[in-house]
């Protein structure tokens, strides 16, 4: 199987194979979206209720999903990325406001979504594994997308960025919500799929599917980087 084949939906059932994408590092940059440190914390599971164990048991495979490949794959990527000078860039979900007040509607409504992560507060921060480095820029969100609920459009504008390769979580979330907002600004746009995660394998799976041939590519990170990387003029 080959990611030219993979995860196609209805609607694009005997497409022709699309073109391999050449990278000009220039013109790229990797965006690792908010893989924190929030996301990846639990609890003592022997300390939770009844209830909420079956809750923290449901959530397993995410956070096995995030140590064993999501995690280490987006750590390879970035490190494949910098040795080649593509921009790497970061974008996490984080309030300027200790009480909130300046999140979206969608991050104060009751439920999952509700998130309180005052940006100076380790819990908002970028894991460690993916710290940034240097002068490696960091949008904050307090919206699904990081296009539209940061400034990341002008910096990447400023960048002369025209193809962002994304990884990150949640997939059928904040991932694809940051995919559908650059594809609409004509962006060509990649999504490494063994570096995403969702709630559950199916939720991922699924989003991939939807979001694929028409908003982005989907591959491996493996696939991506055995693309042409164009050399420097």
């Not at 995860?7 to 699309?18: C, I, K, Q």
């Not at 050449?22 to 690792?32: H, K, M």
Request: aromatic residues 6%.
């Amino acid at each position: 199987m080959s990611w030219k084949t993979n995860f196609r939906s209805l609607y694009y059932l005997g497409a022709p194979e699309p073109d391999d994408p050449v990278i000009v590092p220039a013109e790229t940059a990797l965006l690792v979206i908010d893989i924190q440190n929030t996301y990846l914390e639990r609890p003592d599971r022997a300390s939770l209720p009844a209830d909420e164990q079956r809750r923290y048991d449901l959530w397993t495979p995410f956070h096995d999903r995030m140590h064993q490949t999501v995690i280490p794959n987006t750590a390879r990527m970035i490190a494949h990325c910098r040795a080649r000078g593509i921009e790497v860039l970061y974008a996490r979900i984080a309030c300027h406001t200790r009480d909130g007040r300046d999140r979206s509607l969608s991050q104060k409504l009751p439920g999952w979504n509700n998130l309180l992560l005052p940006k100076g507060d380790l819990p908002s921060q970028i894991v460690p594994d993916l710290a940034p480095q240097g002068d490696e820029i960091v949008v904050t969100k307090t919206t699904d997308s990081a296009l539209t609920g940061t400034n990341l459009r002008l910096i990447l504008n400023n960048l002369g960025i025209k193809q962002v390769v994304c990884t990150g979580i949640f997939t059928d979330q904040c991932v694809s919500s940051t995919v559908r907002s650059l594809a609409d600004e004509s962006y060509q746009v990649l999504v490494l799929e063994d570096c995403c995660a969702a709630a559950t394998d199916e939720l991922h799976s699924k989003e991939l599917e939807i979001i694929n041939m028409i908003y982005c590519h989907i591959m491996s990170a493996a696939e991506f980087c055995e693309l042409n990387v164009l050399a420097e003029s």
